[in-house]
């Protein structure tokens, strides 16, 4: 399980760097790097959303110091 969330929180990073770009420059760097709107560009945004959903899980668990 440790490895699905910090897969999800890697893409939960690049989601919130893009949206960064987006605010700061007006530069979206997945659509740069695969096309507005492709069928790739989607499978992104896809991804990053479902990471999204699965990190919410993150506030109701305790991380234990290691």
Not at 50 to 57: D, F, K, Y
Request: charged share 10%.
């Amino acid at each position: 399980m440790e490895i699905l969330q910090k897969t999800c929180l890697v893409l939960t990073i690049i989601g919130a760097i893009n949206w960064g770009l987006i605010g700061l420059l007006d530069f979206n760097l997945v659509s740069f790097l695969f096309g507005d709107m492709s069928m790739l560009s989607r499978i992104v945004y896809s991804l990053v959303g479902i990471a999204g959903l699965i990190n919410i899980g993150l506030l109701f668990t305790h991380l234990e110091d290691h």
